[in-house]
């Protein structure tokens, strides 16, 4: 069994630009979620694909945006990068109906 | 008012005591209540769950929950050096599993 993997890791970008960050979820999963984790934070809802359709939405601009592929891998996007944009970005994975989350590493998000 | 509002700490506990860390939330129909642990640098992982009002205990592990008074802990029996990290509540709205509210943490530190 795979756990949640994300790529990459680590990445700097500047303002203005946009990023993309990749999840696969861990085998027997079908929901994914984004997770945006600042400094000192909690962790806070962005959103959640369940077959391949968004399934809840935190409060968070239109901005950032997502994907689930049919094999429930997941893809967040943001566009025109802000400084507050810097932090944790989690992906976990979970069994619809669950409520067990189970994270990936991470990809933290530098913005300058 | 945060949706959930955790002691930042730190609670530094001596090895081998009880540590208690507490959980507050303001949706009164909230359902479903997780602890995390995270470790510095690292994503949250699923420490246990608890649904019912009442305790539920797993090893060394107790979660208590009150939805009276909308609180909820959880205790560390024997607590270990390996044990310090920071400690996210995480509570689910009610009716659904698609939006978690994670408050800021409780840093623990257990001293040798």
């Known amino acids: 069994e795979t756990g949640v993997t994300q790529s990459p890791t680590h990445l700097i970008k500047t303002r203005g630009q946009q990023v993309t960050l990749r999840c696969s979820s861990q085998s027997g999963h079908n929901t994914v979620s984004w997770y945006q984790q600042a400094l000192g934070q909690g962790p806070q809802f962005i959103f959640q694909y369940y077959r391949e359709e968004e399934n809840g939405r935190g409060n968070f601009p239109p901005r950032f945006s997502g994907l689930q592929f049919p094999n429930y891998s997941s893809e967040l996007n943001v566009n025109a990068l802000e400084l507050d944009d810097s932090a944790l970005y989690l992906c976990?994975?979970?069994?619809?109906?669950?409520?067990?989350?189970?994270f990936g590493e991470g990809s933290r998000l530098t913005v300058l | 008012q945060k949706e959930v509002e955790q002691n930042s700490g730190p609670l530094s506990v001596p090895e081998g005591a009880i540590a208690s860390l507490n959980c507050t939330y303001s949706d009164r129909g909230s359902q479903s209540f997780f602890w995390y642990r995270q470790y510095s640098g690292k994503s949250p992982e699923l420490i246990m769950f608890?649904?019912?009002?009442g305790d539920k205990e797993d090893g060394r592990f107790t979660a208590q929950l009150n939805k009276a008074s909308q609180y909820v802990s959880l205790l560390i029996r024997d607590s270990q050096p390996s044990d310090s990290a920071t400690y996210l509540c995480?509570?689910?709205?009610?009716?659904?599993?698609?939006?978690?509210?994670f408050g800021s943490g409780t840093k623990l530190n257990v001293k040798p």
């Open positions: 995480a509570v689910g709205p009610p009716g659904n599993f698609n939006k978690f509210y």
């Open positions: 608890i649904y019912s009002n």
């Open positions: 976990a994975s979970s069994d619809r109906g669950s409520g067990e989350l189970f």
